[in-house]
């Protein structure tokens, strides 16, 4: 039984666009199994509509509109806070919807309890850090929604207590979650990008993506063959003096294989060209100036967040562990795929969503947390993130967005799950890449949206 979280504060004010936004703070366990660990505090904007009436409303119509349905939305990552509902391409579509919408924080993100290398050192040694971090999954997630829920819903009448919750890529792997083990708090569920791998370990995550990522490399040479040479020619550059020629932040190194990290931008809209105007300045630094500039360096940077969300390279192959440790699984899934190879006499592919030990040798933050990476990634007491079982006798409507070209979940095991979850009903295209929930809002948002409000003939 989880208990309501205890709000420590709320905070009001509209903003530009008729949006009245609340600021919350919430406290909840930081193991829900363990109270005795202590707390953590988690932080989520709330947002409804900021009308001026004509007539103030009465003291029972103000309430009324206080108790709109709630929809709560999770962020993709792991490990990525929510951007302001002001800054959502899809907030003033779904506030015309009826919902009020709730942004949050996942744990360790944003201003929730955030995991940084910093504030890790401030619990302990590597051991003590590896375990804290144990409890940042969706397991944990999904239990501090319900807490939150319940204290948000406090005063709701009994028939409006449920709330909709919309998940984007891996905020979809929580709200799988949530519908396994706690779907008594949900109303309805809209997936995009989400449909999690049902496995227990990322091995065949991995050998199905890395398949899907070499074909996007291929659509990258197809539009850019002129960026075969140039990519060649920065990667020998970079390795000149070994992995450690270019200096980037404060102790890290832009090695070769940081470089081609790049390639995890091919799955969104717009990636393919964002990676070539990269290219393209590297390229012309080295024929100007015979080196990488800073405006350059900080691009590639930029490209890659893993020192600013740290949770994303910590925990990105735990999320699909259930009993079984993750051991590095990208690094050796490579293995099977010569392609991939710096010694390779082709175009030289650049990699996806994927994590590697090398990382914790070239990022700044991560460097300092080569131990704890180990120790988790060969962690196998991992708890079941999901229940085929409950899955199978779902009575939560679910309304999902799958992306038949989706470099980060592989399409084919994002249907098995859906025929897997009863009743969830599917929007397939091969038109929309993983973010179109922001790209293609539009398009999406309404078909998705239409599975719910039409009928089937």
């Not at 109270?35 to 003291?59: E, H, M, T, W, Y």
């Not at 994927?354 to 080569?370: D, G, N, Q, V, Y």
Request: with cysteine; proline share 5%.
């Amino acid at each position: 039984m989880i208990s309501a979280a205890k709000i420590l504060s709320e905070r009001t004010y509209v903003v530009p666009g008729r949006l009245k936004i609340t600021e919350h703070f919430f406290e909840v366990p930081r193991d829900y199994a363990k109270p005795s660990l202590g707390n953590i505090q988690l932080f989520a904007r709330s947002c409804l509509k900021a009308d001026k009436p004509l007539f103030p409303p009465s003291v029972e119509e103000n309430k009324k509109s206080q108790q709109l349905p709630w929809l709560l939305y999770l962020q993709g990552g792991p490990g990525f806070e929510c951007r302001a509902p002001q800054n959502a391409a899809w907030t003033q579509t779904l506030l015309d919807k009826g919902y009020r919408l709730l942004f949050l924080d996942q744990r360790g993100t944003g201003l929730s309890n955030a995991i940084s290398a910093s504030t890790l050192q401030l619990r302990g040694d590597e051991t003590v850090q590896a375990e804290y971090l144990k409890s940042f999954r969706a397991d944990s997630i999904v239990r501090d929604c319900e807490a939150v829920r319940k204290a948000l819903t406090a005063d709701y009448p009994e028939e409006k207590k449920k709330w909709s919750v919309m998940g984007q890529s891996f905020g979809g792997f929580c709200a799988t979650t949530y519908l396994s083990f706690y779907p008594e708090g949900l109303r309805e569920v809209f997936l995009f990008g989400g449909l999690p791998p049902l496995v227990d370990g990322p091995d065949e995550v991995y050998r199905r993506l890395y398949k899907r990522v070499a074909e996007r490399n291929k659509k990258f040479y197809e539009k850019f063959p002129e960026d075969v040479e140039r990519v060649k020619r920065i990667v020998k550059f970079l390795g000149k003096f070994g992995e450690q020629t270019v200096r980037v932040g404060e102790g890290g190194w832009l090695s070769p294989r940081r470089f081609l990290m790049l390639g995890l931008e091919f799955g969104r809209h717009g990636g393919i060209d964002a990676v070539h105007e990269i290219i393209l300045r590297a390229n012309s630094d080295l024929t100007q100036f015979g080196h990488l500039t800073r405006p350059t360096t900080l691009a590639i940077e930029d490209a890659l967040s893993f020192d600013s969300n740290i949770l994303y390279a910590l925990l990105h192959e735990p999320i699909y562990c259930q009993g079984q440790a993750a051991n590095w699984s990208a690094e050796r899934m490579m293995n099977q795929y010569p392609e991939f190879s710096l010694q390779s006499e082709g175009p030289l592919y650049f990699t996806g969503e994927m994590i590697f030990p090398f990382m914790h040798s070239t990022f700044t933050e991560l460097i300092k947390l080569r131990t704890v990476a180990e120790t988790l990634a060969t962690t196998s007491t991992w708890p079941a993130l999901y229940s085929l079982d409950q899955l199978s006798k779902n009575e939560v409507p679910v309304y999902a967005a799958a992306y038949y070209d989706d470099m980060y979940v592989d399409f084919d095991l994002s249907m098995d799950t859906a025929r897997k979850i009863k009743g969830c009903k599917t929007f397939t295209t091969n038109a929309m890449y993983h973010d179109a929930v922001r790209s293609k809002m539009q398009e999406v948002v309404t078909a998705v949206w239409n599975l719910r409000e039409d009928v089937i003939d």
